[in-house]
């Protein structure tokens, strides 16, 4: 599998992956405060953009990938009702905080958290109807590797979707966007979390992430049918859909 260009939170040779960890985990306490405040609360209508691709496949079992503090997960039990959801993260301390907020939302029969790494799933080939990932795909060590390894535990017609940042386009929106997402947002990222790298390394992802059709034509690369990418608020976030096929070649 081709790797795509790294940005590492840290530098410090540890590997992208064991450094997205580490920050994750530094992070977690402020992570779910961060995402409402620096979004304007956007991020909720987003995650429910994206979750509505799903609806209509009742009775699903759902692999949400990078699965956080279980923002997806908890919002999936709601909207789409489904036998089973499992989310794996590679933090364990956003995977307890997204174990208390199940429990206070009573949803503990339907949903499950483990730690598990995105790119060597430990589950059966075409277990999932679905498979979902919010602001994930682009922490990937090796981005085809893990969608790779989403294709396949995905069930033939199975379907995946994915939302990730992208970059605006129209000026002068793209402009002050910029400005905001270089500047304010580290800011007000490092006086909250404590952690001077954390949204300045969010920054420099979404800049070097292959955004739009460059990410369709690597899910038609990977094996998937019919991807699609819907761009959100000016171009800020972007859902991907795509399935499975039912007869793979």
Known sequence: ??????????????????????MFDKIAPKYDLLNRVLSLGIDIWWRKRAISRLKGQAQMEILDVATGTADVALMMARMLKPKKIIGIDIANQMLEIGRVKIKNQGQESCITLEQGDSENLRFET?????????????????????????????????????LEFSKPHLFPFKQIYN???????????????????????????VQVFPEGQAFVDILTKIGFKNPLCARLT???CSIYSAVKPSNPA
């Open 126 to 162: 075409a277990q999932f109807d679905a498979v979902s990932v919010a602001f994930g795909v682009r922490n990937f060590e090796n981005l085809e590797k893990g969608l790779a390894e989403m294709l396949r535990v995905l069930k033939p017609g199975g379907r995946v979707v994915i």
């Open 179 to 205: 400005t905001y997402f270089k500047y304010v947002l580290p800011l007000i990222g490092r006086l909250t979390s404590r952690d001077v790298r954390a949204y300045t390394y969010l920054f420099e992802s």
């Open 234 to 236: 000016l171009g800020i």
């Open 1 to 22: 599998m081709e790797s795509q260009p790294t940005v590492q939170p840290y530098h410090r040779g540890e590997g992208k992956k064991a450094e997205v960890e580490q």
